[in-house]
């Protein structure tokens, strides 16, 4: 689960060591923290620049920093980095901090396509850009997470499949991970600690709305891809009565209900509590509406108010392909291999998608804005967006 767990004893020593980066973050109004399983990840421009792992038991650090940023220019990379990744996965914490302007600027620069490489990662740069204008305004939103993948939940297709792999007439293809979103972002608590989730995927132009080759039957990145991989997650949340999951994959390496069984509202709600109270506790939530909460006690809305999913469909051009013909939704007859009406219910042939079916559908938003990676200051009233009505499916 995503949190950051101390054992009691420990705890001054773990507050004291990661202090310095705390205040590293306080201090750099671009820089985003991300919680997850006992380790602390550093964004800038939506490229992770460092690293802490925590190990619980033995109250010890280990920094770490990705080298893939460098592979285009190997002569950019720090002296003082060198001789750290020389050393190994250090855990002197210390030598990382003295590095951190660097590494920022080096991973800063290799997101804008200005480190070598040839390619602008303009939906990560979004990402980010949408998490600081939620959390540094008063908005009525809060995002708590980037790059999310609900753990436990990545075999949803394996169970569906009873393998991890899709054998076809053209090949065997490896499934993908489901439930995987850009940003994870909460509303503001109801007058009973009720909050919805809104798992929000970005798109930057109509060439990310399709993601994938037709050859390739995980539908990936693309708008199928999400709608898809998300439907059982959006499902599971919205009916509380029924939200335990069984995982194949993690019931053949353990034997106890406890190890394989997941409440997904459970888990989430858990989640977020965790890494909202990390926030609060390390006073690094600006947003008004959400430095005074009891974390403790809030609860996922029930219904279709429990979650949403929702695109932003950046840098878009009210061309041929829009969001709508794409979707293959409201009578449009839009000849696509990925629309998601025939991905759903007429392509059969194509793939069986196993839990995805018309009925399942659900209704989601989107807003479409000509803004680009470039720009700030987005409409980001999610409860105002546009949305598709699951009956426009049919």
């Known amino acids: 689960m995503r949190s950051i767990r101390v054992n009691e004893k420990y705890e001054e020593s773990f507050n004291e060591a990661i202090k310095p980066f705390i205040e590293y973050v306080k ?8 919680v997850r399983d006992n380790e602390l990840h550093f964004y800038v421009s939506g490229g992770r ?5 925590y ?3 033995l109250n010890k650090f280990e920094a770490d920093f990705d080298e893939n940023y460098f592979k285009s220019s190997e002569k950019e990379k720090p002296s003082k980095l060198k001789k750290l990744l020389e050393k190994g996965k250090s855990d002197n914490l210390d030598e990382w901090l003295d590095i951190l302007d660097e590494l920022k600027e080096k991973v800063e620069r290799y997101q804008n396509a200005e480190l070598g490489n040839d390619t602008v990662k303009a939906e990560k740069i979004i990402q980010q850009k949408i998490m600081h204008e939620l959390n540094n305004n008063n908005t009525n939103y809060y995002a708590y997470d980037i790059e999310y993948q609900l753990q436990g939940l990545n ?8 393998k991890d792999k899709i054998k076809t ?4 293809f490896r499934t993908k991970t489901l439930g995987r979103a850009d940003i994870m972002v909460i509303g503001k608590p109801d007058e009973k600690g009720r909050i919805t989730i809104y798992l929000v995927e970005v798109k930057h132009g109509t060439g990310a709305f399709g993601g994938v080759s037709k050859s390739d039957l995980t539908f990936g990145s693309g708008i199928a891809g999400h709608i898809k991989n998300n439907i059982a997650i959006i499902n599971t949340l919205r009916n509380d009565k029924s939200g335990i999951y069984e995982s194949a994959y993690r019931k053949d390496k353990f034997k106890k209900e406890n190890e394989y069984l997941i409440n997904v509202r459970e888990r989430l709600q858990n989640e977020i509590k965790a890494i909202m109270k990390f926030y609060q506790d390390n006073d690094l939530i600006k947003n008004s509406n959400f430095k005074d909460i009891d974390y403790d006690k809030i609860t996922l809305k029930t219904g279709a108010s429990s979650a949403e999913l929702v695109f932003f ?3 878009y051009e009210n061309k041929s392909q829009t969001f709508e013909k794409y979707l293959g939704i409201y009578n449009y007859d839009y000849d ?8 759903l219910k007429n392509d059969k042939n194509l793939i069986d998608l196993y839990f995805a079916k018309p009925d399942d559908m659900f ?3 989107y807003i479409k804005t000509n803004k680009t990676y470039k720009d700030s200051n987005f409409d980001l009233n999610f409860d105002n967006y546009k949305e598709t009505k699951k009956e426009d499916f049919r």
């Open 313 to 315: 469909l950046a840098d």
């Open 363 to 365: 209704n989601f938003k």
């Open 49 to 53: 620049f460092f690293k802490i792992k």
């Open 169 to 172: 007439d053209k090949g065997e």
């Open 27 to 34: 201090k750099h109004n671009d820089v985003i923290l991300g």
């Open 336 to 343: 696509s291999d990925f629309s998601v009406k025939k991905l």
């Open 55 to 57: 190990y619980s038991k």
């Open 155 to 162: 075999d949803y297709i394996y169970r569906a499949n009873h």
